[in-house]
């Protein structure tokens, strides 16, 4: 049981579009990541709690977490 | 390039960017008893697997603790999971003092498929990345992968895959990719040892003991 979800990296953006065009941008969005060994922005959900939704920059090395911010107001 | 969990460090020096993530996989160990497995087994409900090594300790994992990490340490809800998954299958178990339990990085592939590929660097190949948590879609260690170099060896086809590496800005219209599965086929994954451990508790000396 954990009171926080871990829901993926907070740096990727939903493409707008769904035309086959956008299909790169899909790819990217989907399957690409930068991977950092080091800060890595994500976001977690309160699940367990108030149902925020955070952008947490945590450390991938140490477990660090060096700034927590509302969603809303990091995108 | 065959360094696991270090993939997206390595591909970033050829200028390139993997879709993969680095997630850490706990393993645990009991104390050692007599022959009790001769299989792995495993279900994908609770996503547990056991097996018994050599020295009689039984050996078994679960799921990753399911964040990027670079750390080599697991963290106590997955211990949990894993023991609850534990004792769901094998009730048995839970007499069982545990030893040690440690955790390693794997390459995570965003949909759970193995990598291996051609890359757009001449003579850069990748084996075997993109585990799905051991035992369940994992691909053969590097060791043990049956493809060789295409250019070691020229009468062999590149693999079916097709890559979905991007190469910082390479044109993206040179991009393809296409899903590699492994686990569509023959046998759905965990059912021999479904059959496999509901014949195992009537000869089993633990089982035997009283609760
Ligand atoms: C906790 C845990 C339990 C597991 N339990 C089982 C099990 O019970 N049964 C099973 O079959 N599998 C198990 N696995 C999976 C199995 O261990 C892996 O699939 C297998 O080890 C992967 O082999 P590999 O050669 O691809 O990578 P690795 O064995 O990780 O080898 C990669 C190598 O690359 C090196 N490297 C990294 N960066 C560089 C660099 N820049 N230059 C040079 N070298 C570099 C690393 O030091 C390392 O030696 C487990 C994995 C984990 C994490
Ligand atoms: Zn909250």
């Not at chain 1, 299909?23 to 930068?34: C, G, I, P």
């Not at chain 1, 950092?36 to 945590?58: D, N």
């Not at chain 2, 001769?38 to 609770?46: P, Y």
């Not at chain 2, 003092?97 to 291996?116: A, E, K, N, Q, T």
Request: glycine share 10%.
């Amino acid at each position: 049981m954990e009171e926080f979800t871990y829901r993926g990296d907070a740096t990727v953006t939903r493409p707008e579009s769904l035309d086959a065009s956008a299909t790169d941008a899909w790819v990217d969005y989907v399957y690409l990541r930068d991977n950092p060994a080091g800060p890595h922005k994500e976001h977690w959900h309160h699940s367990a709690g108030c149902h925020a939704w955070l952008v947490v920059t945590r450390d991938t090395r140490t477990h660090e977490i060096l700034a927590v911010e509302f969603a809303r107001e990091g995108s | 390039m065959s360094v696991a969990g270090s993939s997206s460090r390595v591909a970033e020096m050829a200028g390139l960017r993997l879709p993969i993530e680095a997630h850490v996989l706990q393993a645990f160990v009991t104390e050692g008893i007599k022959p009790l497995l001769d299989t792995v087994i495993t279900f994908g409900a609770g996503h547990f697997y056991c097996s018994q090594s050599d020295k009689g300790g039984l050996v078994f994992g679960g799921d990753i603790d399911g964040y990027n990490t670079y750390a080599q340490r697991g963290n106590l809800p997955v211990v949990e999971d894993v023991a609850e998954g534990g004792m769901a299958l094998m009730p048995v178990i839970g007499r069982l003092r545990l030893l040690r339990s440690w955790g390693g990085l794997l390459d995570m592939s965003m949909d759970g498929s193995p990598i291996i590929d051609v890359t757009p660097v001449e003579g850069l190949y990748l084996t075997p990345a993109g585990a799905m948590a051991a035992s369940r879609r994992r691909p053969p260690p590097a060791g043990a992968s049956p493809i060789s170099s295409p250019r070691a060896n020229p009468t062999l086809t590149p693999p079916p895959t097709v890559s979905i590496v991007s190469r910082k800005g390479a044109s993206s219209t040179k991009r393809a990719w296409a899903r590699n599965r492994t686990c569509t086929e023959g046998t759905p994954c965990g059912s021999n040892a479904l059959i496999a451990v509901s014949a195992l508790w009537k000869s089993s000396p633990i089982a035997a003991m009283p609760p």
